[in-house]
């Protein structure tokens, strides 16, 4: 049996570090990890198979929308390199446009919430709740925000 691509898509930062936690699961499945450009993704790349985004920030409205185009297009051509029958995503903004397009090719969307919200929803989280096919989250009180969430206990 054909083992499943995955395709692991997370911002730099605490949602790369969650989604690196899941190493010892994903290491037995063909898998590309996306992230932004930064000096500690540069050095993963010796130890992953990385492509990298652009870094961006919503504090800056006008750069972050050229840069969001940028990551949405360069997200197309990695998702239609790769072929990713899942694509697995802790957040946050760098990941909401390759769910949509997983979706638009029919593949599976995992969110995982982030460990730092126990009482209210990330913006990538409420984006792509209704696009998930399991959307998990590492609170239980967290299942009141979403409420057709599966609750997974903490990443870390």
Request: glycine fraction near 6%; aromatic fraction near 14%.
């Amino acid at each position: 049996m054909k083992k499943k691509k995955l395709l692991l898509i997370a911002s730099i930062g605490g949602h790369l570090t969650q989604l690196l936690q899941l190493e010892t699961w994903f290491k037995n499945y063909q898998y590309h990890i996306v992230t932004e450009r930064s000096i500690i993704s540069r050095k993963l790349s010796n130890q992953y198979p990385i492509s990298l985004l652009l870094q961006g920030g919503r504090n800056y409205p006008v750069r972050y929308v050229f840069k969001l185009f940028f990551n949405t297009v360069k997200s197309l051509l990695i998702f239609l390199i790769k072929r990713p029958d899942i694509i697995i995503t802790t957040g946050a903004h760098t990941a909401v446009p390759m769910c949509y397009l997983a979706k638009l090719f029919r593949r599976k969307v995992i969110f995982i919430e982030s460990f730092a919200k126990s009482s209210s929803p990330t913006l990538s989280g409420r984006l792509v709740y209704p696009i998930s096919d399991l959307f998990i989250v590492q609170w239980e009180s967290m299942k009141e925000v979403y409420p057709k969430a599966v609750y997974g206990g903490c990443v870390y």
